[in-house]
């Protein structure tokens, strides 16, 4: 005699499974960031944080958006294969690099203003400090210099001999994913969904290009956003910097990810979210998408308590530079430049 299975049951089985596969991949891409230490670098190299610092506030203050590009070159960095410098590394005859994966070719930039640093640091302390614990560090003056918060940078971390260009194309988010894609990457590294709306607010500074808000901004911002005269001109400005055909010139034009203070760290771009004016689909979503009950209650609150936000993203940053994997303190090494792996 034949039996069937109650569908609640089979339900329930399916959620499990999932939860369960989740559950491992999170557990095998933790870190060991009890091998990270604030005093690492204590007695190798005392100056590290003092040198990393003095250079960044010459970019930023040459140009505020480089304060961006290196806040985006670390999270690229983490999100593949750990915080490992695995995005610095150049294409070579024996190893594909992950510059020329979707999310990052044409696009990520900064990489000369870590290479002088890492020169700097070469000269006081030969062969000490690795590429991957220089961004980190990197990161966090950076965001601090544009008005952001402060927190501590646990290091030791090592710089990989490998890249993964598959991975890289896989694990980073896209502005086009859904939100349920987007907070599934997250988990997978484990972030939670507050870890991904609070680092999200990075999109407070910095620049998209046309085609990474083409599909929103003839899409459904006009859905999202108000009907006042200042939302209807801005989109008439966001229109003509980036026209609906594709091609030409106009493909790499840009436009600040938050225009109301955009070389400033703040909680403005929650703000843009609740005015329905998010730049990306995935910024907007965070607030707009059915699916977004938690995100949603996340973007008012950080909206509302700066402070909260400034507390969760130093959290959020910090559970992110500690994505390294276990083995990379064995199979890893200090490249002397982070564009190849030592010889
Ligand atoms: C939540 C998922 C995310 C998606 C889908 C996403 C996507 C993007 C896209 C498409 C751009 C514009 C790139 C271009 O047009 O060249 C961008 C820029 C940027 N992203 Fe994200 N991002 C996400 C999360 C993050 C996180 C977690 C951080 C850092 C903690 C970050 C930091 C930045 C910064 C600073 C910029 C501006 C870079 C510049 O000025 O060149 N993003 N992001």
């Not at 983490?78 to 510059?99: A, I, N, P, R």
């Not at 607010?201 to 910095?206: K, L, P, R």
């Not at 070389?263 to 998408?289: I, P, V, W």
Request: aromatic fraction near 8%; proline fraction near 3%.
């Amino acid at each position: 005699m034949a039996t069937t299975i109650p569908y609640s049951f089979r339900l329930n089985y399916v959620v499990v499974t999932v939860a369960f596969v989740l559950l491992v991949l999170v557990l095998t891409n933790r870190c060991e960031a009890s091998e990270l230490r604030l005093d690492y670098y204590a007695s190798s190299c005392p100056t590290v944080f003092d040198v990393i610092r003095k250079e960044i506030e010459c970019d930023v203050q040459s140009d505020p958006r480089n304060a961006a590009l290196v806040l985006r070159l670390h999270f690229h960095d983490c999100f593949v294969q750990g915080c490992d410098g695995s995005v610095l590394l150049d294409d070579t005859v024996t190893l594909k690099g992950e510059k020329t994966a979707s999310a990052n070719i044409n696009s990520l930039k900064g990489f000369s203003l870590i290479d002088r640093i890492k020169n700097m640091l070469e000269s006081e302390c030969p062969g000490i400090v690795s590429c991957a614990d220089l961004l980190t560090i990197a990161a966090r003056d950076a965001v601090v210099l544009v008005g952001g918060p402060y927190w501590d940078v646990p290091v030791g971390r090592k710089d990989s001999k490998t890249a993964n260009f598959a991975l890289a194309n896989t694990n980073i988010p896209k502005p086009d994913d859904t939100l349920l894609t987007i907070i599934s990457k997250f988990l997978y590294q484990g972030l939670s969904v507050t870890d991904m709306v609070a680092l999200s607010g990075a999109h407070t500074i910095g620049m998209a290009r046309c085609e990474s808000f083409r599909s929103r901004i003839y899409g459904d911002y006009e859905v999202t956003s108000e009907k006042d005269a200042v939302s209807e001109s801005h989109l008439r400005d966001l229109r003509s910097t980036c026209p609906l055909t594709k091609g030409g010139s106009s493909e790499n034009n840009v436009t600040s990810l938050d225009y109301v203070t955009p070389d400033l760290f703040d909680n403005s771009y929650y703000h843009l979210l609740l005015k329905g004016q998010g730049l990306l689909n995935s910024d907007q979503e965070l607030y707009s998408s059915l699916f977004g009950i938690q995100t949603r209650e996340l973007v008012k609150k950080y909206a509302l308590d700066p402070l909260a936000f400034f507390q969760q993203f130093s959290d959020s940053m910090v559970k992110m530079g500690n994505i390294v994997k276990p083995e990379s303190f064995v199979d890893g090494e200090v490249r002397t430049n982070c564009r190849f792996v030592n010889t």
